[in-house]
């Protein structure tokens, strides 16, 4: 079984121990820094997410790929600049991590000239930590309404990723409060180390490198 099947299979099998309804648990294969030919072999065994952290590596990548196989959807993982909100309209289905009102302002005129929005969830700050990027909680819900309502973004849910030093299930259980609040039913959170206890949190998108394509390369 490859590493991929085996994520499949423990993704599955979590679904059933946490009483879920079976396949709504969507993997990301994330393919930053990894080279095409490798992540051809994903794609064929019928991996169709996959993530990327930086805009322009992700177009040069994808670009043909993209174009020949139509059904793959493209998420942007990793922090938007201003200046590359064109280009992210090219390639990207997904933007993960919605963050500020000047970038929700850029997409926004963006989305009006090119007449389509790619889904967007807004990056949540769940531990406060200076050094990351994010909404912090309590403001959350002006920044959403703000979002949708000014900005007429396709706001579909939240994306968080919790601190290295504590224990994921606050995070989990804070963004799954906050997502029904506000009524957004998709949640991005997750990763190779912590995709399991996600999903009992009702995590939608769960965000796999390592799992699946090995450590990454130093």
Same mark, same amino acid.
């Given at each position: 079984? *490859? *590493? ?5 299979? !423990? /993704? ?15 993997? /990301?294969?994330? *393919? =930053?820094?990894? &080279?095409?030919? $490798?992540? =051809? ?5 019928? $991996? ?64 009006? !000239?090119?007449?389509? %929005? &790619?889904?967007?969830?807004? $990056?949540?700050?769940?531990? =406060? ?7 912090? &909680? ?21 994306? %968080?990723? &919790?601190?290295?030093?504590? =224990?994921?299930? $606050? ?7 906050l997502a029904n609040d506000n009524g957004l039913k998709e949640l991005s959170m997750g990763m190779s180390a912590d995709y ?7 995590s939608t998108f769960i965000r796999i490198g390592t799992a699946i394509f090995g450590e990454r390369?130093?």
């Amino acid at each position: 079984m *490859s *590493s991929l099947e085996n994520v499949k299979k !423990e /993704i599955e099998d979590a679904e059933i121990v946490f009483g879920k309804k079976k396949g709504v648990t969507k993997l /990301i294969a994330v *393919s =930053k820094t990894k &080279p095409m030919d $490798q992540i =051809k072999k994903v794609i064929d065994k019928g $991996q169709l997410h996959f993530g990327e952290n930086r805009v322009q590596e992700a177009l040069s990548k994808w670009e043909v790929v993209r174009s020949n196989k139509r059904d793959l959807k493209i998420h942007l993982l990793g922090p938007l600049q201003t200046n590359k909100v064109k280009k992210v309209f090219s390639l990207f289905d997904y933007i993960h991590s919605l963050d500020r009102i000047s970038l929700a302002e850029k997409l926004s005129r963006e989305t009006q !000239e090119k007449g389509y %929005c &790619p889904k967007i969830f807004v $990056q949540v700050n769940t531990g =406060k930590e200076d050094q990351k990027s994010g909404v912090f &909680p309590e403001n959350l819900n002006d920044f959403i309404n703000s979002s949708r309502k000014t900005y007429e973004l396709d706001v579909v849910g939240l994306m %968080c990723i &919790p601190p290295l030093n504590e =224990k994921p299930e $606050q995070h989990f259980s804070l963004l799954r409060d906050l997502a029904n609040d506000n009524g957004l039913k998709e949640l991005s959170m997750g990763m190779s180390a912590d995709y399991k206890i996600a999903i009992k949190y009702d995590s939608t998108f769960i965000r796999i490198g390592t799992a699946i394509f090995g450590e990454r390369e130093k």
